[in-house]
C-alpha cells in the first residue's frame, strides 16, 4: 500500500486504497463518500428480565467522510483572498521542497507552471464549491486538501511524498 504524506508536515493525506485520478499532472483527485460512524450494538449475552426496563445508551450513529475520517484531516476555512495568500506561501514552500529533493529545473518549472494554470482555471472559477482540510498536525504551512460538492477530494501532486507501506 503507498500512503502520500505532505512534504511539508509529514501529515498523512491519502492513501492508494482509494481511487486517485491524476489531473493535468499537477493534483490528484480522490472520491469519497459519507459513512456512519458510531452506534456499535454489542450483544453482552446477558438475559435481559422481564421485570427490568431495557437500559439503552444513547449511541447515535454520525455521518462522517471516508477520507477526513481515515486520515484525520481537520476542517479549516478560506475566502478567496486568504486562500490565494496562503497558496502563494505553500506553492513556494513545495518548489523549496522539491529542489532540496533533487528534482531537475525542468521538474519544478513545470509543477510551477501547471499549478499555476491549474489554480487559474480551475480552483478560482469554482472556489466557492470548495471546503478547506489541513492534515492532522493543523500545521498552517502545510497542505490544504479540497473537497468539492461532487465528494472528490484535491490534494497536490507535488506536495506529497509516496511511502510504502
Same mark, same amino acid.
Not at 486517485?20 to 483527485?29: F, S
Not at 467522510?65 to 478560506?78: G, K, P, Q, W, Y
Not at 521542497?97 to 499555476?116: I, N, P, Q
Given at each position: =500500500?503507498? !500512503?502520500?504524506?505532505?512534504? #511539508?508536515?509529514?501529515?498523512? =493525506? !491519502? @492513501?492508494? @486504497? ?7 499532472? #499537477? ?5 469519497? %463518500? $459519507? ?5 456499535i450494538n454489542?450483544? !453482552?449475552?446477558?438475559?435481559? @428480565?422481564?421485570?427490568?426496563?431495557? /437500559? %439503552? ?19 479549516? &476555512?478560506?475566502?478567496?483572498? @486568504? ?11 513545495? *518548489?523549496?521542497?522539491? *529542489?532540496? %529533493?533533487?528534482? &531537475?529545473? /525542468? ?13 487559474? /482555471?480551475?480552483?478560482?472559477? &469554482? ?5 478547506f482540510y489541513?492534515? /492532522? ?5 502545510? $497542505? ?16 506529497? *511524498?509516496?511511502?510504502?507501506?
Amino acid at each position: =500500500m503507498l !500512503i502520500y504524506t505532505d512534504i #511539508i508536515t509529514g501529515d498523512e =493525506m !491519502i @492513501s492508494d @486504497s482509494y481511487d486517485l485520478k491524476e489531473v493535468d499532472g #499537477i493534483v490528484y483527485e480522490a472520491d469519497c %463518500a $459519507m459513512i456512519e460512524e458510531g452506534a456499535i450494538n454489542v450483544d !453482552i449475552g446477558a438475559n435481559a @428480565s422481564a421485570e427490568e426496563g431495557e /437500559e %439503552a445508551v444513547e449511541d447515535a450513529a454520525i455521518k462522517v467522510n471516508n477520507i477526513v475520517h481515515s486520515f484525520r484531516l481537520a476542517s479549516t &476555512s478560506f475566502d478567496k483572498k @486568504s486562500y490565494l495568500g496562503y497558496l502563494k506561501g505553500y506553492m513556494k514552500s513545495v *518548489k523549496t521542497a522539491l *529542489k532540496e %529533493a533533487g528534482k &531537475s529545473d /525542468e521538474e519544478v518549472k513545470a509543477f510551477e507552471t501547471g499549478a499555476s494554470k491549474y489554480v487559474k /482555471e480551475k480552483l478560482l472559477p &469554482s472556489f466557492k464549491d470548495f471546503e478547506f482540510y489541513t492534515g /492532522e498536525s493543523m500545521n498552517p504551512d502545510g $497542505m490544504v486538501a479540497l473537497l468539492n460538492y461532487r465528494e472528490y477530494f484535491i490534494f497536490w501532486k507535488h506536495g506529497m *511524498k509516496e511511502t510504502k507501506v
